[in-house]
T-cell receptor
Framework: NAGVTQTPKFQVLKTGQSMTLQCAQD?????MSWYRQDPGMGLRLIHY???????DQGEVPNGYNVSRSTTEDFPLRLLSAAPSQTSVYFC?????????????FGPGTRLLVL | RKEVEQDPGPFNVPEGATVAFNCTYS??????FFWYRQDCRKEPKLLMS???SGNEDGRFTAQLNRASQYISLLIRDSKLSDSATYLC?????????????FGRGTSLIVHP
């Protein structure tokens, strides 16, 4: 199993550009989520999905879109990049059993917006 | 008040020491609790779940105090390899739709 994979590992964008961060998992998990991690801020939830066709907003959704057409993939789109979106982005997946949510994270995408 | 709070540290301890971290949460409806470990410039990795009865995994012990709304992590016989940031996570929600909230993490440095 590859677990959770993310591409690209690094990206530099100019203000106003758009891009898609890719995330895929091969564990057949229903729950997938996107976080951003900034120094001193911890991980903040951007969007999440409880299954194919279902997405919802997290704590910091503005400027980002998601879709979930398959169980495996959960791409994150930046519509018009801004310097404030410079961050490390982590995708995670989990089996949301009755025990709650123990998540498996991808290696992250480091994004710099100039 | 932040929903999930942790002392950022760093906690600087010698090898072999016992160290404990606390994490407080404000939402009494929180359902499940976890500790994650994050090494520098790496992704977080699940360390252990936290149950009301307390649970132990080798040198690590996690406990939940619902009345006082905090969880704790105790590390015994610290190793150099335990140096990392420890994140607590509090989940709210039910029925497969959970909203996780992460603390900002506590930094641990274990020195020789």
């Amino acid at each position: 199993n590859a677990g959770v994979t993310q591409t690209p590992k690094f990206q530099v964008l100019k203000t106003g550009q758009s891009m898609t961060l890719q995330c895929a998992q091969d564990m057949n998990h229903e729950y997938m989520s996107w976080y951003r991690q900034d120094p001193g801020m911890g991980l903040r939830l951007i969007h999440y999905s409880v299954g194919a066709g279902i997405t919802d907003q997290g704590e910091v959704p503005n400027g980002y879109n998601v879709s979930r057409s398959t169980t495996e993939d959960f791409p994150l789109r930046l519509l018009s990049a801004a310097p404030s979106q410079t961050s490390v982005y982590f995708c995670a997946s989990s089996y949301s059993g009755t025990g709650g949510l123990s998540q498996y994270f991808g290696p992250g995408t480091r994004l710099l917006v100039l | 008040r932040k929903e999930v709070e942790q002392d950022p540290g760093p906690f600087n301890v010698p090898e072999g020491a016992t160290v404990a971290f606390n994490c407080t949460y404000s939402n009494s409806a929180s359902q499940s609790f976890f500790w994650y470990r994050q090494d520098c410039r790496k992704e977080p990795k699940l360390l252990m779940s936290v149950y009301s009865s307390g649970n132990e995994d080798g040198r690590f012990t996690a406990q939940l105090n619902r009345a006082s709304q905090y969880i704790s992590l105790l590390i015994r016989d610290s190793k150099l390899s335990d140096s990392a940031t420890y994140l607590c996570v509090v989940n709210k929600g039910t029925g497969g739709s959970y909203i996780p909230t992460f603390g900002r993490g506590t930094s641990l440095i274990v020195h020789p």
